[in-house]
């Protein structure tokens, strides 16, 4: 940016720069030298002066003893331009602002007369396997259902995981127990789970599904094998000849919206894996119902918060505490891998934790 040009992000225009420039070499002159200086007429130079004292970048000079006419010396830049610049940075971020609020009502738009814009097909194990990476990476949560015989990207070869979940992204993964039955499934997922990975397991799920951050979801459609999830898929595996993996990625809409219903859904459901002392993954080889060591006054607790019972006729039962009562079932939530109380009343009867021995 040449010379006399500097300061106009500020606000200030080329005149009024050199004669700011001006004043700078000179420290004190009055209109007419000013004017003679820049070959300007004298009217313009008193209205770039005028405009400069506006902007606090000239001041008019003490009096001299002897009168003449008004002379003006420069001010410091900084002070001066300081609350200008400021002005001119908030409005570029209310410009940015007002873009990025245009782009969204553009896109919008676009997926509301687009259903590309919402769903995008994608074709083949390598580019489902790269797009699956590439949602990790830009992500801070991902949410993986896994059923057995993965489509694109096996467990054992999500090495990335690992590397996210040190950076601090949360994993939350529910796995068939199929799946889990694999060779070196256990070893894997154990290790996952002592980076950070909060997994649990079912006995079936509905879809393969991953979701990253409640903004992106990618379901497969299509499967080598011909497996679908209905008749959708049997039509759509049928005009793929050539057998390809196909998968959906589906942006922000009411379908993802339902995706991460039935996410949380199964995950509420599902039971908690956990790692042993011993470094063994523990929790998974039963069924559902299978068998949980309760003391009796868990046992008892539990019967009577599935009964509805509420806490302080609780803790009169007991001879305890209200607030001992709250910690305990609190301690019993976690046990569970429960959120709410409906959750682990959910638990206990999928578990059969009262009516096992």
């Known amino acids: 940016m040449g010379e006399g040009h500097m300061l106009e992000a500020a606000g200030v225009g080329a005149a009024e720069e050199r004669v700011y420039r001006l004043l700078l070499g000179v420290r004190e002159a009055d209109t007419a030298e000013i004017a003679a200086q820049l070959g300007f007429d004298e009217p313009r130079v008193e209205w770039l002066l005028a405009s400069l004292h506006d902007k606090g970048l000239v001041g008019r000079a003490a009096e001299p003893p002897g009168g003449g006419p008004e002379r003006y010396v420069p001010m410091a830049p900084d002070a001066a331009l300081r609350p200008l610049l400021l002005r001119g940075h908030e409005a570029l971020e209310s410009a940015r602002r007002g873009v990025e609020q245009l782009a969204e009502e553009y896109r919008a738009g676009g997926r509301r007369h687009d259903a590309g814009q919402l769903v995008e097909v994608i074709t083949g194990a390598s580019v489902i396997r790269q797009r699956l990476r590439h949602m990790a990476y830009g992500a801070e949560e991902m949410r993986w259902l896994c059923k057995a015989r993965p489509v694109a990207l096996a467990a054992a070869e999500n090495d990335e995981e690992w590397e996210l979940l040190a950076r601090g992204v949360r994993y939350k993964t529910i796995y068939e127990r199929e799946l889990l039955e694999g060779p070196g499934m256990v070893d894997n997922v154990a290790r996952?789970?002592?980076?950070?990975?909060?997994?649990?397991?079912?006995?079936?799920?509905?879809?393969?599904?991953?979701?990253?951050?409640?903004?992106?979801?990618?379901?497969?459609?299509?499967?080598?094998?011909?497996?679908?999830?209905?008749?959708?898929?049997?039509?759509?595996?049928?005009?793929?000849?050539?057998?390809?993996?196909?998968?959906?990625?589906?942006?922000?809409?009411?379908?993802?919206?339902?995706?991460?219903?039935?996410?949380?859904?199964?995950w509420a459901a599902a039971t908690p894996l956990h790692v042993t002392d011993s470094g063994e993954l523990a929790d998974f080889d039963g069924g559902p119902n299978h068998a949980v060591h309760l003391a009796d006054d868990e046992r008892y607790l539990l019967s009577l918060i599935v009964a509805g019972v509420a806490d302080k006729a609780i803790a009169s039962q007991l001879w305890v505490s209200q607030r001992t009562v709250q910690r305990r079932i609190q301690a019993l939530m976690q046990r569970a891998g429960a959120l709410t109380r409906t959750q682990l009343v959910w638990q206990v009867a999928q578990r059969g934790w009262l009516t096992n021995s």
Do not use: K
């Not at 991953?210 to 979801?217: N, Y």
């Not at 759509?236 to 959906?248: E, L, N, Q, S």
């Open 192 to 266: 996952s789970i002592r980076a950070g990975e909060q997994a649990r397991a079912v006995g079936t799920l509905p879809v393969r599904l991953v979701i990253a951050d409640s903004s992106t979801a990618i379901c497969p459609l299509v499967y080598e094998s011909g497996e679908g999830l209905d008749g959708v898929e049997r039509a759509a595996r049928t005009a793929d000849r050539a057998g390809a993996p196909t998968a959906a990625v589906i942006h922000s809409s009411s379908l993802l919206d339902a995706l991460i219903a039935l996410f949380e859904s199964q």
